[in-house]
């Protein structure tokens, strides 16, 4: 990165991801979430223009990405027992 200031937004402190505290960013998540992200910079040599660039293709390939799918054990552990018996309730949705 030519901008040393930009460069410490996606450098990992003490030179790796374990040392570093600072909160993460991850496009997969941020795709099942209900934010909303506006890719913005400004023109020119010296900009963030490519690291945006860069956040907003992360963001649209995790969105491009099927949907992962539940396990039997995600599942049972969204359902509960229903008072006729054995039969199981779904107290929400699959992912």
Known sequence: ???SRIGRWVTPLG????????PQFSPD???RGTDT??????????????LVTALTVAVVEAGERPPRR???DDWGRRCCA??????????????
Do not use: H, I, Q
């Not at 030179?15 to 600072?22: T, V």
């Not at 992200?37 to 490519?50: D, F, I, Q």
């Not at 229903?82 to 992912?95: A, L, W």
């Open 29 to 31: 998540e941020f795709v």
């Open 15 to 22: 030179g790796n991801m374990a040392g570093d505290r600072r």
């Open 37 to 50: 992200l506006y890719p913005l910079s400004k023109e020119g040599e010296g900009t963030a223009a490519p």
């Open 1 to 3: 990165m030519k901008n």
């Open 70 to 72: 539940s396990t039997a």
């Open 82 to 95: 229903s008072r006729r018996g054995r039969e199981r309730v779904p107290v929400e949705g699959p992912p």
